[in-house]
């Protein structure tokens, strides 16, 4: 079975959106490069891009924490989750996983989701990339099974719109994702103009019904597919255009 099984994050600059915290990560000292990478480094390619790829950004265990940790969830070991079915224990993880897409707020469950949103690697990046006081506004966690829609055009800032700009996400990927099985797609360099776009209905069943951007002029063909190794995360500023 083709499947993308991720966890995503948005976060913000403390002073972008008042008291909306619901998971605050502390002040770190910068102090170490990613893979040979210094985080200056990152942050320039952020600035122009909107996006960068941090390569092992976890370890191979706490990639196993967080895949055991998403088999407990939706089995509603860590409490009850509306949508979460009863499953049991005949059955595999990928049979509990493939039930679903998406579970939002896993870190007000989970205390190994809410202390990966505090860990030292994500947030020292955040630092360079958004600003030396970070906080946590969402976590999401994805089951993409083979056949599940993904989301069309959108801008995460239309959803979660900051006074300054600072809306950033970070991806993390739990298996290895490649266009085949369900990658991130992004349109480099479309965060530059600065403006959060209008959004629509559409017909189109690749995708969830949430809606889809339009106005901005971008072709399906801008997009580029953002693969990633298991562990290692991009990290995408809010008005980046993705799918």
Known sequence: MLSTLALRSGFVTRSSRGRLNVCQASPLAVRCAHAGRQLSS?????????????????QKAQVASLLHEMEAICRGKRGPVQGVLSSND?????????????????????????DLVRETQTVEVLQQLVGPDVKCMQT???????????????????????RDRSLCASWIALDDVTEENGCVYVIPRSHQPGIIWPMEPHADNRFDPSGVS??????ESDFVPVELPSGSAVFFNGLEFSI
């Not at 891009?49 to 390569?55: A, C, H, L, Q, R």
């Not at 339009?214 to 072709?219: N, S």
Request: glycine share 8%.
């Open 42 to 58: 990152l942050a320039e390619t952020y600035e122009r891009e909107g996006y960068v790829i941090v390569p092992n950004l976890l």
């Open 90 to 114: 005949t059955e595999s993880r990928d049979d509990v996983l493939r039930k679903y897409l998406c579970i939002h707020f896993p870190h007000k469950i989970s205390s190994v989701i809410r």
């Open 214 to 219: 339009y106005g901005h002029g971008y072709e």
């Open 140 to 162: 999401m966690m994805f089951m993409k099974g083979a056949g599940k829609p993904g989301q069309a055009t959108h801008q995460d800032e239309y959803y979660i719109q900051t």
